[in-house]
């Protein structure tokens, strides 16, 4: 349950800087509720979602050397801004920097919070 409540924040926190950098990445209505519940949305997505998007696609993952990775953590934002009403990307560019983004920021804080436990 720590573990899961550490994602949620570090998501959050993506969330967070993706919307300050890039103009296409708005959170509407109350700011901070809107990005928590992205958060949340986002962190549960990729705990449930992206590992069966993953698998089936393995042959396109291996095909392109690792690249289709980067799509299916595009597709788990976009989904994320589908499911959360007032969090919203505005087009597949911006998705790119905002995956870029939150992968980063992602990196960064688990150098601070070893999430992977390693």
Sequence with gaps: MERFLITWLCNTAALWVATELLSGVESGGDFWVTLVVAGLVFSVVNMVVK???????????ILTLGIALFFVNLLMLFLTSWLVGNFEIDGFWTGVAA??????VNGLLDLVFDRDGD
């Design 99 to 104: 995956t870029l983004i939150v992968w980063a």
């Design 51 to 61: 590992p069966v998007v993953t698998v089936l696609s393995i042959p396109l993952i």
